[in-house]
């Protein structure tokens, strides 16, 4: 693997696209799926219902309850098979309880992801507008629920992204001298990269392209003068968070998996070369 070269292309509030360079595929997939299985965050995973008189069945209540993304502390709560406590409970340092109660009088209501009350409150719903249920009027819901952390490979819940992917970075030629700048691709370039300056082709934001091929198939020129290729060693990142973990943090905790399992893995090949030695 060759020096790494990182270069942010956009940073939003739960929006991160960034290339490096240096990778191999195998490494870029590796990243790619540790985002999206192994980097923890918090996650409703036990409710006792106290009352429920609405019409949805308390199963199907406690699976949208679990699918509500959650403002996650890494630097304060522990993975349970981590905790010191090692109780099946759970304790304050491992497990963040949240109540709600709602009831309808005289109208039909609809009960939302804020009206849950954390005993925490950094530990809280991403938006407060997730609908949970509709109350009827006479209908009342009551209900104590246990958030921990967890990865996305035990449950979908506990995933910090919604999307998570890469791609090569492509690479776009042009032989100007087979080029008689007839401008006859740029229209039909989806993400507009191709356009025209001094009836010359030229191409920009050269990221955002998706190989599609379409210029190089309506270009008058056979062959084109428009060549397209990929490196495999550039990459481009996209990652859309959930709103549990910022972005450059799910990033951050992926990459030092990474680590950890690359240290455990090199202590394992020490450990059996080792023993081979003691056998010989």
Same mark, same amino acid.
């Not at 995933?159 to 001298?177: E, N, R």
């Not at 006859?184 to 998706?210: F, H, M, W």
């Given at each position: ?8 292309? @956009?940073? =939003? ?5 960034? &290339? %490096?360079?240096?990778?191999?595929? #195998?490494? +870029? *997939? ?55 406590? @090692?109780? =099946? ?5 491992? &497990? %963040?309880?949240?109540?709600?109660? #709602?009831? +309808? *009088? ?175």
């Amino acid at each position: 693997m060759n020096d790494l070269e990182l270069s942010i292309i @956009k940073l =939003e509030d739960r929006l991160l696209k960034f &290339r %490096v360079n240096g990778i191999t595929p #195998a490494f +870029a *997939n590796t990243l790619r799926r540790i985002m999206i299985a192994e980097v923890p965050t918090m996650a409703i995973d036990d409710v006792i219902i106290i009352e429920n008189t609405s019409i949805l069945f308390d199963e199907v209540l406690a699976h949208r309850l679990g699918l509500i993304p959650l403002v996650t502390d890494l630097d304060t709560y522990t993975l349970p098979d981590r905790c010191d406590c @090692k109780s =099946e409970l759970g304790c304050n340092r491992c &497990r %963040v309880s949240l109540t709600l109660e #709602a009831g +309808a *009088n005289d109208k039909t209501i609809t009960v939302y992801s804020g009206d849950l009350k954390p005993e925490n409150p950094t530990i809280r719903p991403v938006s407060d507008k997730i609908p949970i249920v509709k109350l009827a009027p006479g209908q009342k819901l009551k209900l104590e629920a246990y958030a921990r952390l967890g990865r996305g490979q035990e449950h979908a819940k506990w995933q910090p992204v919604s999307a998570c992917a890469y791609k090569y970075l492509p690479i776009i030629t042009i032989t100007p001298k087979k080029c008689d700048g007839c401008g006859g691709c740029v229209k039909y370039c989806p993400q507009k990269i191709l356009y025209l300056a001094d009836g010359k082709l030229q191409v920009r934001n050269s990221e955002n392209c998706t190989l599609c091929s379409e210029c190089v198939r309506h270009c008058p020129r056979k062959p084109s003068p428009i060549n397209l290729s990929w490196s495999e060693e550039d990459f481009i990142f996209h990652i859309e968070g959930t709103g549990s973990l910022p972005v450059v943090r799910i990033l951050q905790e992926a990459l030092r998996e990474v680590r950890e399992k690359a240290i455990d893995f090199s202590n394992l090949l020490t450990e059996l070369e080792g023993n081979v030695g003691e056998k010989n």
